[in-house]
Structures are given as C-alpha cells and as structure tokens.
C-alpha cells in the first residue's frame, strides 16, 4: 500500500539565514519583503487575481516601516493604491488581511473616521499629501487603483519555480507510486502544501498548464485521515467537500481545491524539494494523523473559510424548538462555496435557510426542508448566512455541510 511507503528524507545544505535571501519573477526585496508595484489601476479583483498569478497576495503592512515602504515605492506614479487588508464591519478588529494572519488591530493606520465600511469594505493607501500613508475605505467594484504584490522571499536556486525556500517541478502523468520515484531522484518528494499562500502559488501554476489536476504528496485512505509522504506536519488542507472520495491518493486542481484519486491512475504531479537540499539514506516512516473534529459552529459569531457546519448534534438527531445562525466569510474578493453532504429534516416544518449576504436581511438563496441529495450554493459575494430553524415535535438527523473559498 501507498501509505506504507518508505520515503527519502531531505536536509537543506544551509538554515535560511546562512544564504541572502531574494526574490523571483520580478520582485525587490523590501525589509526582508518581496514587493512589485503594478501602477495601471484595476479593481480590487482584478488586482488579488494579478497578485495570484505570481502566488503572490495584495501586500500587507504590520508596522509603521512597511507602511512607509509601501508609500515610497509607489508615491513617483500613484496617488494611492490597494492593500491586502478586506473589513467586514467598521471596526479594525474585523478588518482582516488577506494573507491570514489576521485582523489589523495590532498595527493600522487608518485615517481619521476609518474603518467606515459603508463607502467601501475594500482599503487603500494613501501615498501622497496629507493624507500620505494614511488607510481608507474603497468600494470593491467600482473604484479602480495601483496596487503592490507580496511574494514570500526565497533562498537563491536554479530552480525554475522557486518559492518560500523550495523548489517545485511539473512531470507528465505516471502512477502515484512512479511520481513519488521520479521526485526522489530529483530529491525531493511529491509536494507538501502547508499555506494558503504556498496552495494558490501552485494552483496558479497548474492553471496556466495544459492539464488542470495534478498528484501531490498526500496519502488519504479515508475522508478523516490525510498524511503527507515526506513526513511533514499535516496543518493545512483544502479538500473539496464536494468530490467523492473515489482514491487514497489527492490531486491538487487547478482551482485551489484537493481532489481524490485511485494512487493506479496516471495523473501528472508535482515534485518539491529544499533549495540547496542533498540526498541522504536514512528513511523514515510515514505515519497517519487523524484530523480532529469539528463542532456544529451552531450560532458562532463569525466562520472564516474553509470549515464546517451542522446542525446540533450531527450525526444524532436535532432537537426540538432549536435555532441556529452561521455567518461564513472569506477574505477579499473570493465567494463562499457551501456544499450540503447530508440533509434530512422533518418535511415543511424544519427548515435551513440561506441567504447571499451577511445577515438574514440579505437576498434568500433557497428555504430547504426534508431530505435531499447532497447540493451546492455559491455567495455573489465574500458573505453567506445560513440559519436552521426546527419546532416543537419530531427530530431528524439534519444537516452536514463544508463551506470554503471559491474564485
């Protein structure tokens, strides 16, 4: 079996500070950031897609140097430029960055009067005048600017994709088990993903290539149980809760999301090593983590994508006379994606209800009742609220369902 094989195991010549780091595809390195100033303005969307093509994101600021670098490098062409920073409400504790890492209440530099999410949700930097340096609130959709990019900086490597001290490369189909060969003699593994950040590097990648799902480094033998060949800590996932688990072995798509398949199919994959990394013979074993559970999230405050939600109790019964709300976020521009695995309610008296924004004031998506087949509904927006409602006789199991980011 795939899970039992015995992997090689890589050690990087030198730690990264033994070497300069740098940066790829056009980018300076900053104060110990990879930045590139796009001055042609485009919309808040438009700008996050730019950024991804380089595995890059909008640039963040956590400090009042990286403020300033941010006004400096852009202050000869624009007057102002997006930043990475999306706020959900008038408040910096739910201005969230897009890399993350969290919300800007640690550091900001907001105008006075701002956040103000009623002109916009979006924010940009001001880099000229009065107001130079200083944040504010844009709309999303309408307003058009400069923006900076943020790569993670790297090690220096001949590596054609070189990324956050690794390399990567791209191989015609083969078998999950001939990948894994193919990559040791490169010395590497088949890939690891542990970051967002590191997921949309290579699925912007494979977009750009003739085939859209590629094998990575995951042994997945049942829905709860996912383990990476070279060892590494399983910290990070983006399985698709809409694809059937058809394999023990995951596929990487070219829209960010991890997918299954039989480890005898011949898929093409992708292999990563270390920068600078050599060969050593001393293998060791693979082991399997299980992943831990999730709760209900039944009235939590607000969900950020990828998670889960279910009714109270799943998979036992609901019970009587209870009521649920769950607010699910993404970051920036993406839409949230919920997906329905189960549903079973008591026909026409218990119901789920979904609405495309962040409250139930929002537009209704579908009022649902009874049991139906696992279905998916996508926001308009980065918002999505859902609420369960059952009355006063009869249980049912409910609902299980996964919600993430979707392009």
């Known amino acids: 079996m795939i899970k039992h094989l015995v992997v090689l195991s890589l050690f ?13 595809n056009g980018f300076t390195l900053i104060n110990n950031k990879c930045l590139r100033l796009f001055s042609t303005p485009l919309g808040h969307s438009a700008s996050k897609s730019k950024c991804m093509e380089y595995g890059a994101t909008l640039v963040t600021v956590k400090n009042a140097i990286e403020n300033n670098s941010v006004s400096k490098i852009a ?63 844009g709309d999303c959709d309408t307003e058009t600017r400069a923006f900076v990019c943020e790569l993670t900086e790297t090690l220096e490597d001949s590596c054609e994709y070189n990324y956050n001290g690794h390399c990567y490369s791209f191989h015609q189909p083969a078998t999950f088990a001939q990948a894994q060969v193919i990559c040791e003699q490169e010395c590497g593994n088949l890939a690891s993903i542990h ?25 997945w033998p049942s829905t709860s149980v996912l383990t990476w060949l070279d060892g590494s800590t399983s910290d990070y996932n983006n399985i698709s809760p809409s694809s059937a688990h058809e394999g023990n072995c995951a596929l990487l798509s070219s829209q960010e999301q991890w997918l299954s398949s039989p480890c005898t199919s011949s898929q093409p ?17 693979v082991t399997i983590t299980p992943t831990p559970p999730n709760p209900s999230s039944c009235n939590s405050t607000l969900l950020m994508a990828p998670g889960k939600i279910t009714s109270p109790n799943f998979p036992s019964n609901y019970g009587n006379n209870q009521f649920c709300s769950y607010h699910l976020s993404t ?10 695995l189960t549903f079973t309610t008591e026909f026409f008296f218990d ?42 006789s ?3 199991q409910g609902f299980d369902a996964r919600f993430q980011s979707s392009v």
């Open 12 to 24: 990087a010549l030198s730690a990264f500070g033994a070497k300069p780091l740098v940066c790829t």
């Open 75 to 137: 202050a000869s062409s624009s007057s102002s430029l997006w930043i990475g920073l999306y706020c959900f409400d008038s408040d910096v504790t739910k201005c969230m960055w897009d890399d993350s890492t969290g919300s800007a209440e640690m550091y900001n530099s907001f105008a006075s009067g701002f956040p103000h999410v009623d002109i916009g949700k979006c924010v940009y930097h001001f880099t000229q005048g009065f107001l130079g340096g200083k944040w504010l609130n």
């Open 195 to 219: 970051s967002s950040n590191e997921n949309r590097y290579l699925s912007s990648i494979i977009s750009s290539l003739s085939n859209k799902n590629y094998y990575i480094g995951a042994s």
């Open 269 to 285: 994959f992708v292999c990563k090593r270390s920068v600078g990394s050599q060969c050593f013979s001393t293998p060791p074993l």
């Open 331 to 340: 970051l920036g521009s993406y839409r949230v994606a919920l997906y329905f």
């Open 351 to 392: 119901f789920v209800v979904v609405y495309d924004g962040d409250s139930a004031s929002s537009p209704k998506m579908g009022n649902y009742s009874g049991s139906k087949n696992p279905f998916a509904l996508t926001s308009t927006g980065n918002n999505m609220f859902v609420t369960f409602k059952s009355d006063h």
């Open 394 to 396: 009869n249980t049912f």
